[in-house]
């Protein structure tokens, strides 16, 4: 029973270090040499250090003319695909006590179309 008991312990610890949590907000300040990106939130300023392997994805346009549509691609370029004033949403887990961004995908609802207003008569 004391085996079952102390191995229940040890999963839940080790869950509770896998919960990923989402932020949605306005990058501010990209730093790829130290690997950390400021994220305004909420109108303060969150501080967050980056992964090793992080996953990128900005808005692409496919296509040409009528036919183009826009879609989220993984990037290879990292950090430096972004840019400050870019509405994200960030992924987090909690790595040893630290919150370490592990993915960052722009967010398509402030991504504006052509501004062009289309017109049903």
């Known amino acids: 029973m004391r085996r079952f008991v102390v191995a229940l312990a040890v999963v ?3 869950s509770g270090s896998l919960i990923a949590a989402e932020i949605r907000g306005t990058l501010k300040k990209i730093e790829p040499s130290r690997n ?3 994220v305004t939130v909420n109108d303060q300023d969150r ?12 808005m692409v ?5 009528r036919r ?7 990037t290879t370029e990292g950090l430096t695909a972004l840019q400050p004033g870019m509405f994200v949403t ?3 887990q909690d790595r040893d006590g630290v919150e370490t ?3 960052i995908r722009e967010d398509s609802a402030t991504t504006g179309s052509s501004g062009r207003r289309s017109r049903r008569r």
Do not use: D, H, N
Request: overall charge positive; glycine content about 2%.
């Open 61 to 65: 346009t496919v296509g040409r003319r």
């Open 90 to 92: 960030v992924k987090t």
């Open 12 to 14: 839940a610890l080790a």
């Open 68 to 74: 183009a549509s826009t879609q989220l691609q993984q």
């Open 47 to 58: 501080t967050i250090e980056t992964a090793p392997k992080l996953e990128v994805y900005t």
């Open 36 to 38: 950390r990106i400021v």
């Open 101 to 103: 961004v592990t993915e």
